[in-house]
């Protein structure tokens, strides 16, 4: 019998091998591959993801979490394009221009993707050009900024800026780092803030509306 429990509790545990041990069984049974995502492995990382908010978890439980994720999703990747499965949201992201901080924007991905999102992951000391560029090529209806100097917050209101005079007007932004807060946000005009990456999934969920 597929284990679908088994494979979030692997999650949790941050247990790759048996995590894939496990997925590779319940592909082998016929368990549709997105309910094993949806039941299994997204379900794992949820829970990891509230922990992680709560404080109950830290950056490395994470860490092993999403490579244990990564270990399933590599089995199931081909699954879900030949079923023709949709991602819950498509989403830009990178570390601002002038920072190379990515330590925090790297778990922010690993969230997203774990929440079901297409993330196109721009990397550090992203321009406004880069951005834009991203985001016409992939359709993303969200991007998704990282800051962690006072020094390279301005790139943020920059590239919203530069996304209102591109004339860009179906794409919701959101930020987050450690100097960044709702107040400065609200200030550039930014569509969200979130202060941590579990958290980062709920804001880019109510942006992508999914
Ligand atoms: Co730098 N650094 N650093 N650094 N560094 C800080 C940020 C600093 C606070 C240290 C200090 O002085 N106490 C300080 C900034 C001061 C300021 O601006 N107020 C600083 C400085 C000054 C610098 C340099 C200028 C130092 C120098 O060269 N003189 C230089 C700048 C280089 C550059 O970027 N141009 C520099 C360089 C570096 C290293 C390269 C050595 C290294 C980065 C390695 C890497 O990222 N690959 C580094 C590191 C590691 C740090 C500290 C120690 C740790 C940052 C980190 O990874 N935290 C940091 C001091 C500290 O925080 N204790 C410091 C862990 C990470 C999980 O947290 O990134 O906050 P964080 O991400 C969180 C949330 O903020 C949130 O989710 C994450 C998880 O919950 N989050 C988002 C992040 N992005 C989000 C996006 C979202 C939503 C949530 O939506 C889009």
Request: proline residues 3%; negative net charge.
């Amino acid at each position: 019998m597929a284990d679908l429990k088994g494979i979030a509790e692997a999650i949790i545990k941050g247990d790759r091998d048996t995590t894939a041990a496990k997925v590779d069984e319940a592909i082998k049974e016929n368990i549709a591959a997105e309910q094993i995502l949806n039941e299994g492995l997204m379900a794992g990382m949820s829970v990891i993801g509230e922990r992680f908010k709560k404080n109950e978890v830290y950056v490395p439980e994470v860490l092993i979490a999403a490579r244990a994720m990564k270990a399933g999703m590599d089995l199931l990747q081909p699954l879900l394009a030949a079923a023709g499965v949709e991602p819950v949201g498509r989403v830009v992201l990178g570390t601002v221009k002038g920072d190379l901080h990515d330590i925090g924007k790297n778990l922010v991905r690993m969230m997203l993707q774990g929440g079901g999102f297409e993330v196109i992951d721009c990397g550090i000391d992203v321009s406004a050009e880069k951005f834009i560029e991203s985001i016409k090529e992939s359709g993303a209806k969200v991007l998704a900024m990282s800051a962690l100097l006072t020094t390279t917050m301005p790139q943020m209101a920059e590239v919203v800026k530069s996304i209102k005079d591109a004339g860009i007007a179906d794409v919701k932004t959101m930020i987050g780092g450690a100097p960044v807060t709702q107040a400065y946000a609200d200030e550039i005009g930014a569509d969200g803030y979130a202060p941590d990456a579990a958290s980062a999934v709920d804001t880019a969920k109510e942006l992508a509306g999914s």
